[in-house]
């Protein structure tokens, strides 16, 4: 009924419904603006100020810092002290920082290295933003030795443990229907981890973010607009099963993996990578299991060599792209947006993993409560749980 | 790679402080087992000896001898920096303090010494009358930082007040600020006078005159005495009060008194400097962001204190720094003679390179550069994080007409 009245009316009739209103909106807030109607309440406080460092860079010609500014208004850095020394610096670019931009300090500071310092950034009212380098090691520069470098760690810790976990599929196809169970509840319960994990690591990323960026809110925003596209994407043609849920598994446990690089070449960056051979390792038992977790629903499927390396690069690939963002552009609000993404991925990948696990039984509540579930549900977790404390720094 | 390169920024940064050119041949005696080390900061010396004859040519073809170091741009080397041969390298604030603006100039207020307005009493005494009001100010203290101050007359240390001893001292004080305040002198004088609550404390617009006789001579400071004190103390309100001694009173010393006494033909042979060493908590945490002398940091780093050589120097000290309990004051390639509060006639300490003050405390140090070669003479406190924080300058020792 009301279709058909809108429908009536003439197309420029519908246009001024829209326009007016508009206009008026529009009006309204030239009005308030101009109005000022904060004036009132001005009691002369100071303006309040807030710098972020971003990224700490140490080399030869001292110490970088890529600070932003996130104060109710542009901010002036007029001195900066190191470890309670005025010390000389440049600003690029120069001049007041409005709010919500970047700029880089340039100290010439003879840091020391394996000791700590306290960099004190000065405002114009007398403000200071302590940052503190706990161990000063030099920041490695990004050259092509480097880039590739971290593209065989990247393999590592990303290819290698999935091409792994996939390669237990031949063995896989010949479980019943309770060893299938297992390893989709298996799924679940890496995932589950995984999950708690990302959104961890993210808000404590978050933290460390500009105020402007609203640290928890975007996460947890970032992480439920992901999973509902993901699901939007994923129910398009039905309830994704065998194969594509198998790519969606996949692209969860990529952009996972895309955030654990961030990780590691954020700390590469930062020059506090801690990164021995036993931590490479570590992380790549860790991720074995991802690979069983995307063989899992193909079982029943006919998949071709191809599809288990479109697979691999899709589930391990992210890593290698993580760590190359990680280690040059590095900021902790861009990095918390995309393990928050990740964690939107791996919660959709969550329900439709146990979505067809539940399909799969013919009595689907006794299904969902069987040992071989719970078994292989809780043996996700404790896995994923024991090799991470393993490799936690 | 850095490994090397951080150890030679420490030793060369050791070197700096050894590294003055005067040091007397005596001290080079040190121990044998010392001799690798001993060698190598020698030979840094020598090094530094030509940076500091280079850079001081540069500053006499600039007025600021700071400009052409290493301030902005290009590819600075921070481990090379100390080979500069100036003490301080990078380890400097960047940009100029506008002196206009604030109202004082850190190297005009050495010699501004405020003596007020006289007439003779009935009696034949001298009534010396000085006008102070409390001004709320923003100070630049260090390039591009501001602070809200409270002041003596718009400036921090306030006016250096200075009178004869046995004058009688009547001081109008007005209170402009947006708080209460007073003026509590150290001194000797009735309760009645004393700067404190319900003895001329008061309110913003009111006025007090307070009324005493100038004694016992000496260097001394007044304050306000405001509760909180810390805050009021802190945020400026404090300044130097100087007595001389009449030397009618002290015949056995009457020539010393003499030289002492503002105006007179002895007083004129001397340097007289008016310091107060004081420190700023610009974020109001209790502890202080920048330190200096007379309020601006690094203010006689970059426009160092020119030093007649052939007349002797004497220096009115007082530490007002807030939240630290003791400053200090060094100088290099010379040691001095100190009078403790400034109410003797003889040294309390000779021949000493450094001397320390609580809160409060003051004195007054007196040395000579006259057998010197010409240069560049650092002075500082003792406490290196005073130091870096802005707490240093330099004297430039020359002849007259140099
Ligand atoms: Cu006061």
Redesign the pocket.
Known sequence: MTDHIQRSRPPMTRLLLVLVPLAVMLGAFVWIASLDPLRGFNNGAPPVEALTVERTILDRSGISLRVRAGGSEAMVVAQVAVDDAYWTFTQEPAGPIARGDAVWLRIPYPWVLGEAHHINLLTNTGATFGHEIAVAVSTPSPTWGQLRLQAVIGAIVGLLPVALGLMFYPAMKGVGQRGMNFLLALTVGLLAFLLIDTISEALELSAEAAAIFQGSAMVWLAALTSFLLLMAIGRWRGNPEGIALAFYIALGIGLHNFGEGLAIGGAFAAGSAGLGTFLVLGFALHNVTEGIGIAAPMLRARPTLWTFAALTLLAGGPAILGMWAGSLAYAPQWSALALAVGAGAILQVMVEVSAYLVRQNADRQAALMSPAVLVGFLGGIAFMYATAALIKI | MPVDTSKRGRDVSSAVETSRPTAPPAMVTEPVSASRRALLVSGLVAAGGAAVAASRAQSQATPDPMAGHAMSGGAVDPYSAHDSGMAHGNMTMVGQVDHARNGFDPTAMLTDWETGRTEVLPDGRTLRTFEVD?IDVEIEIAPGVFFPA?TFNGRVPGPALRAKEGERLRIVFRNL?S????MHFHGIHSARMDGVQGAGLIDPGEEFVYEFDAKPFGCHLY????LPLK???H?G?YGLFVVDPDPARHPEFAAVAASRVLGSPENAEWQELAMVMNGFDTNFDGENEVYAVNTVGQAYMKAPIRIDKSRPVRIYLMNATEFDPINSFHLHGNFFDYYDTGTQLTPTLRTVDVIMQCQAQRGILEFSFADHEDGMYMFHAHQAEFTELGWMGFFDVREAGA
């Open positions: 409390a409270w600020g708080h209460p305040h007073s304050h306000c005495h405001t805050r009021h103390m945020k309100m």
